[in-house]
């Protein structure tokens, strides 16, 4: 391993293999939480934050506790079981430690269990055979790529709301058109790595 | 409610794809052929009506502070059960759909219809229930497929459709084609349920 792997995790994660506009991880946030600029950069940060926590503690749990006893097939329910307790512990530690962070962050962090970026990207890193190292950049490749994506979709959508549309475009279709397009783009990135 | 009545709002005017838009990440991922559409609404639906008729016989006994755990543990439960019979039975599907199949897990429509309906329901009217959705959701994972397909491949479950002159436009089989079909498609489907609102 070299710090030029290293670095080729993270720029894939962050552009080439965006999680939202070419891995389709992350949707439901993705479309729900980006009407306004400051709100999605809000929802980024409590993500990267869970991200790396989560993707520490199920490398852990993935050599320490799944190989070690053969029962690899639990995988599933104990990564949500560990990112959905994460996710409160977090949630009670903001609420104690930063009454002004809690209140930015709050509503969102329990959206964040059913985030499917998160336990995806657990998944990805046990399936990618990452060490540890890997797994923790490969973490925050991702979550800085979720919130690069989740910003600029915000500021789009900011605009979106005054455009004269058929009204059955708006919301949801113009939106999805939208990050359709946002994919295009992302995909000038494909030779990069 | 009559469950005529249960049944027949996930199909059309509470469909989980295009008027709730949940479960989004499936939707987009897995729809690139019929087949696969076919076979991630077929999975979402068995996890659903297991979900769901565990969760309404539990719902008496479930502590209201804890009830998000619980229910994941069920909808994890059924959702590493569907796994393993992919795995035994149908391998090459269980390989297109990949990490798709654990994340079902995360799939906002489970949980979403464990909160607002299994939990507060009978086991009869939540069977019901997931029946509804889970054919919704599948209808509609299946008619982006073939949109995707048919544009993509030239073809309709592996069926070839056009003369040799045909080109197919790749696009649609990538990332970008999921995005923008689901969003004309979405369009499509407000103008009918508009139209039969008026």
């Not at chain 1, 053969?70 to 329910?77: A, D, E, K, L, N």
């Not at chain 1, 949630?91 to 809690?102: A, F, R, W």
């Not at chain 1, 985030?115 to 190292?133: D, F, K, P, R």
């Not at chain 2, 080109?167 to 990332?175: C, R, V, Y």
């Amino acid at each position: 391993m070299s710090a030029s792997s290293i670095f080729v995790i993270l720029i894939s994660a962050i552009f080439v293999n965006n999680f939202v506009l070419s891995r389709f991880l992350g949707i439901c946030p993705f479309l729900g939480v980006s009407k306004k600029v400051e709100t999605s950069l809000g929802m980024g940060m409590a993500v990267t934050f869970v991200m790396t926590m989560a993707s520490i503690i199920t490398f852990v749990a993935q050599r320490f506790i799944l190989d070690l006893l053969g029962i690899q097939y639990m995988q599933t329910i104990v990564f949500i079981l560990v990112i959905a307790s994460l996710v409160q512990l977090v949630e009670m530690v903001i609420q104690k430690t930063s009454p002004v962070l809690y209140q930015s962050l709050g509503v969102y962090l329990p959206l964040i269990t059913t985030n499917c970026a998160v336990l995806g990207l657990t998944i990805l890193n046990i399936q990618n055979e990452y060490n540890l190292v890997e797994t923790i950049f490969h973490a925050i490749g991702a979550a800085i790529g979720f919130t690069l994506a989740i910003v600029l979709f915000a500021a789009i959508r900011e605009r979106l709301e005054l455009v004269d549309i058929p009204v059955e475009f708006k919301g949801f279709p113009i939106a999805l058109i939208t990050a359709g397009l946002m994919s295009l783009a992302f995909m000038g990135f494909a030779g990069l790595v | 409610m009559k469950l005529s009545k249960i049944f027949s709002r996930g199909l059309v005017m509470d469909n989980p794809v295009f008027i709730q838009a949940l479960g989004m990440c499936p939707i987009l991922a897995v729809t690139n052929t019929a087949f696969n559409s076919f076979g991630m609404g077929m999975a979402t639906t068995s996890v659903l009506l297991g979900s769901n008729i565990v969760i309404s016989l539990l719902r008496k006994f479930i502590p209201s502070k804890i009830r998000i755990p619980c229910f994941i543990v069920v909808i994890a439960t059924f959702v590493t059960m569907v796994g393993m019979i992919l795995e035994a039975y149908f391998p090459a599907l269980n390989q297109a759909l990949g990490i798709f199949i654990p994340l079902i897990v995360v799939n906002c429509l489970i949980l979403g219809r464990a909160e607002s309906f299994a939990s507060k329901n009978s086991t009869v009217g939540s069977i019901t229930d997931a029946l509804g959705m889970g054919l919704g959701f599948t209808g509609a994972l299946v008619l982006l497929g073939i949109v995707r397909e048919v544009i993509g491949f030239g073809t309709v479950f592996d069926m070839q459709l056009f003369g040799d002159s045909f080109e197919p436009m790749a696009l649609m089989t990538m990332a970008p084609g999921a995005f923008m079909a689901l969003g004309v498609l979405m369009a499509v489907f407000n103008r009918i349920v508009y139209a039969r609102l008026k």
